[in-house]
């Protein structure tokens, strides 16, 4: 069970008197509850549309049509050593925590790694990343604050490649409040990277912080017209209520959802499966 969902949902059921009763759930508790799930309004009523017109729904009716929301897949990726990874958002979505993370897993999985602290914007986003190395005991190319980035990204990616490391992820700053300045950076970034190694960067995530549910969507479009994005990762839902914006994510972006970012640990990575999440948000309907 994802915790995210129960905890947001059990509040909804609480709070009303309607019908629902082991393996069915009237239309409205149901509408209901998807929407205080953040569930956008738009996908609710698509799901409505799309479940048998009687006046109650069955679980498994549910979980027939919530499961055709995640049908991207990723494109399928060349075998690279480096595998380059550029890490995209906006400051404060959980970037360079999930830099750790991702880096974490790779590293239990045998997997060499260095990290380029591209986020020079901030002298505290490069202090952060290192101790994340430090902890995690991995290489790690940067430099100071107002430095290129793109020079931090060239030199992780030659470092790998000359040192026959398995994979570079590069942190990177998000401001989107100066798209041009953006553009400019990450057009230069990728640039680079494919100097550095052709074809790098191999793939470029955005990370998502969840806590702010169907508000985030713009926010990823933008970024998805500035650089073509591989994947999203989002960040946070472990405190939130608003797991059900996964549906609007997936949909309007056209992209899978790689990971979920469910704490501050860098354990607290969950590969996404979306068979698991819908699952885990039918069970939360149907169980009080
Ligand atoms: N609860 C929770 N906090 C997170 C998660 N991911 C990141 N954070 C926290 O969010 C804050 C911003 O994260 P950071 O990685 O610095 O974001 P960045 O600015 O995008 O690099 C930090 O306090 C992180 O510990 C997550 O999955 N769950
Ligand atoms: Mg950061």
New binding site residues.
Partial sequence: MLDFLKKGLSKTVASMNLIKKGEKISKDLLEEMLLEADVSYEIVEEVIYYLPPSKEIKKEDLKRVLNTYFIYEEAATKPSKPFVELIL??????????VAKLANLYKNQAQTVILGAC?TFRAG?IE?LRLWAKKLELEIVLSSQGHDPSAVAFDAISKAVAKGFDRVIL?TA?RLQNQKNLNAELEKISRICDKAMQGAPHRKIL?LDGTQGNAGILQAKAFNELIKLDGIII?????TAKGGALFSVARELELPILFI????GVE?LIHFKAEDYVNSLVSSIFTE
């Fill in positions: 958002g906006v400051n404060g979505a959980g970037k360079t925590t999930t986020d986003a952060q942190d998000g990370v960040t946070k839902l472990d405190g970012g469910v704490g501050e607290d």
